[in-house]
T-cell receptor, first 113, second 114 residues
């Protein structure tokens, strides 16, 4: 079936260091969304990328969508303890009747103060 | 006001029992979902309903039966619970079933089957 691969599974960083998580699909995505889940919480929508090569920023977070619309990344500059959580990418696959948002397995970020 | 609310938050039960989880959204959304999150945090879709009609039914044991009495509610009934059903179950909604809609998740129901 269609899958979205996300790496790394875990990332431990010192506060102030940068962090990046990557998502990859073998087939073209219609769009990709990013969610953050705090420990004990529920996934919360961060952003959606639709266009090829799109780059969006939210304060210290930078989201990119690849030119071929098969990969995406989330980069956090100068991590803070409030960034702790699991970050999920989720993609819609192109194709008729495809209503299904497929989630990557997530990257769990730990920030050491 | 909670946008997507699900009850109960915690559910501890014995193997073989039948249980239900309720979900309601007050966002006026047309589409609702059930996701299962296992111990490794993997989020897997189970069902999706659009305006009370089933549009996604992933490979889920038929012990799981969703019911949508109206588009604001999507309940999940589980028969003959098994140990492997232990997980966090999230309800979610989106405006429509279109591919540009973001999901709003409920706070989750942690199911523990003993």
């Amino acid at each position: 079936g269609q899958q979205v691969m996300q790496i790394p599974q875990y990332q431990h960083v010192q506060e102030g260091e940068d962090f990046t998580t990557y998502c990859n699909s073998s087939t073209t995505l219609s769009n990709i969304q990013w969610y953050k889940q705090r420990p004990g919480g529920h996934p919360v929508f961060l952003i959606q990328l639709v266009k090829s090569g799109e780059v969006k920023k939210q304060k210290r977070l930078t989201f990119q969508f690849g030119e071929a619309k098969k990969n995406s990344s989330l980069h956090i500059t100068a991590t803070q303890t409030t960034d702790v959580g699991t970050y999920f990418c989720a993609g819609f696959f192109t194709g008729a009747g495809s209503y299904q948002l497929t989630f990557g397995k997530g990257t769990k970020l730990s920030v050491i103060p | 006001d909670t946008a997507v609310s699900q009850t109960p938050k915690y559910l501890v039960t014995q193997m073989g029992n039948d249980k239900s989880i309720k979900c309601e959204q007050n966002l006026g959304h047309d589409t609702m979902y059930w996701y299962k999150q296992d111990s490794k945090k993997f989020l897997k879709i189970m069902f999706s309903y659009n305006n009370k009609e089933l549009i996604i039914n992933e490979t889920v044991p038929n012990r799981f039966s969703p019911k949508s009495p109206d588009k604001a509610h999507l309940n999940l009934h589980i028969n003959s619970l098994e140990l492997g059903d232990s997980a966090v179950y999230f309800c979610a909604s989106s405006g429509t079933a279109a591919t540009n809609e973001k999901l709003f998740f409920g706070s989750g129901t942690q199911l523990s089957v003993l």
